[in-house]
């Protein structure tokens, strides 16, 4: 068991910076609706915050300063994905989600971070995280929920079934 299991979650304290007015002019109507129905329901989890996979790779650019690391949500989600691109993909967004400038990119930098390691799950059966995938069952049941119908949807709800069914990563790639 991880040390890390004791101390809470793996990302930095939380920094709560307002979104500026540019990145909220800058949202659909969708997200906006989205967004506000999170604020406004306590229980509810940052899995809906994020609706369209090109604004997270929007946000995920900007935190990148567009290094040539451009569509990384979509290198993750492929089959052909290696396990040590995945564990690439995951640092990057684990850096990110702790340098973020407010919630907007540090949930885009999370669902990356959870792509990656759902991805290395049922690509690969690898374990690339040290929190145990089980710990993420719920996580990734509500993140196939909001992304229905894409592939990171798949992604996770594959993920999050194999889970149900006692599946563990077969390697700890950590």
Known sequence: MSSEDSKGPRF???????P????LESLT???????????ADPHADDATATVNAADVE?????????RGHGELLATAVKETTSVEELIRIK??????????VDSLHRDAAR?????????????HGAAISGRPLRKQQLLYEKFADAWTGHSIGRVFREAATRLTDGEPGRRDMT
């Not at 109507?29 to 604020?39: D, F």
Request: aromatic share 6%.
């Open 12 to 18: 930095p304290e939380e920094r709560e910076r307002a």
């Open 20 to 23: 500026t007015a540019a990145q």
């Open 29 to 39: 109507e969708r997200q906006l609706r989205a967004l506000l129905m999170v604020a």
């Open 58 to 66: 929007r946000l995920l650019a900007e935190m990148s300063g567009s």
């Open 91 to 100: 640092e990057l967004a684990k850096g990110w989600a702790g340098d973020a």
């Open 111 to 123: 669902l990356l971070y959870h792509v990656a390691v759902a991805a290395a799950f049922t690509q």
